[in-house]
């Protein structure tokens, strides 16, 4: 309780004073430092699950964006997620877009980010993914793969990244779904999807990890379909629904909601679970699915599961409720699912779906 305190009534408030990249460095920092507080409670049995031959503890996720270059990956795990996503990597390094690039919407519970797929590159991110995969403890770490913005070749960047990385990630994410990339989502059509992921899976070593696929909120109906056919046809082995949007939907209140970049939090809630229910029809519930976009509570993440998610990301919430969250989500998941009478958190993903008929 006392770690609890401290952050929501004293760094919390503090941090949010500060320009949100200052005070996202100096989170990093502290951090790497060992200043995170640790959860007095284990996880209920209730939320465990087996998934790509790996044993996730709970279905909760750090989503791609926190962690860009695997910096504080053991930190987010202790914090009592299930599992860490870091990223997005390109192959060399390169600065982003120009400050200003990120923006809180306090009043609306969002974030507005046109970062650029700011990165310290492949080699970093690969020595300190070796380094933590050869430290005692460990855990299940993604690895969100991204292009450099002046890259003559997209699919040579992603097959780069995944050649390199793949030995040390429990699983790969080709992320096509930034809004902030130049010309990156044009990648998710279908012809230049099907080439893409073709060379990436070329790249990979045997054996090779699960290799998943991020995908925009901001589709047609077409899009999806070809999406999950050519995920189905290709071997992928699972979705990340969604990104962040370009999108901004009537009623938001916050000073920024006029710049220009992704939008996350509570308003990308709605299209981002919508486009997951309609990915797991689509796929007829063959593929996993992973749910990201506005989850700030128990009762988040388990509509996300009810609609077909098997795991479940945040990050903007952490801006605005801090690391206590994490341990409240998965306390509420589990009362959520006992109430309904799932006798584990396997039986609820896709709920909505069976029941509707």
């Known amino acids: 309780m006392a770690a609890a305190f401290v952050f929501d009534r004293l760094i919390g408030p503090a941090l949010r004073r500060l320009d949100p990249e200052t005070a996202h460095g100096l989170t990093l920092r502290a951090l790497g430092a060992g200043l995170a507080p640790r959860p007095r409670e284990g996880d209920d049995p209730l939320l465990a ?55 809180r919407l306090p009043e609306d519970g969002a974030v507005i980010n046109r970062l650029g797929f700011n990165s310290g590159g492949l080699v970093q991110a690969r020595a300190r993914l070796q380094a933590f995969r050869n430290r005692p403890g460990g855990g299940l770490v993604g690895v969100n793969l991204g292009k450099n913005k002046d890259s003559a070749s997209a699919g040579a960047d992603y097959a780069e990244g995944a050649a390199a990385l793949a030995p040390f990630a429990d ?6 779904s930034s809004p902030n990339t130049p ?76 710049e220009a970049g992704g939008l996350s939090g509570q308003p990308l809630f709605g299209p981002s679970t919508a486009v997951l229910s309609e990915l797991y029809s689509l796929t007829e519930g063959r593929l996993p699915l992973i749910g990201v976009g506005g989850v700030a509570s128990g009762g988040d993440a388990y509509r996300k599961i009810r609609a077909g998610a098997s795991l479940v990301q945040l990050y903007t919430a952490l801006i605005y409720q801090g690391p206590n969250l994490v341990a409240r989500i998965k306390r509420e998941l589990a009362r959520l699912l006992r109430e309904d009478g799932f006798e584990n958190i396997t039986a609820a993903i896709g709920a909505d779906h069976r029941y509707s008929g």
């Not at 750090?62 to 053991?74: H, N, Q």
């Not at 699983?171 to 096509?176: A, E, I, P």
């Not at 290799?211 to 925009?216: G, N, P, S, T, V």
């Not at 070809?226 to 901004?248: F, K």
């Open 49 to 103: 699950q087996r998934l790509w031959g790996r044993d996730f503890a709970n279905p909760l996720g750090l989503s791609a964006g926190f962690d860009k270059d695997a910096a504080v990956m053991a930190p987010m795990l202790g914090l009592g997620f299930g599992f860490v996503e870091v990223g997005s990597i390109t192959p060399r390094p390169q600065p982003g877009n120009p400050r200003p690039r990120i923006f």
């Open 171 to 176: 699983y790969l994410v080709v992320n096509v």
């Open 183 to 258: 010309g990156l989502r044009a990648l998710q059509g279908r012809g230049e999807l099907e080439d893409l992921l073709g060379q990436v899976t070329s790249a990979l070593p045997s054996p090779a990890p699960p290799l998943l696929l991020k995908i925009a909120p901001d589709l047609t109906d077409a899009d999806k379909r070809d999406i999950a056919e050519v995920c189905l046809a290709q071997g992928v082995a699972g979705i990340v629904a969604t990104n962040t949007t370009v999108q901004r939907p009537d009623g938001l209140r916050g000073d920024a909601r006029g």
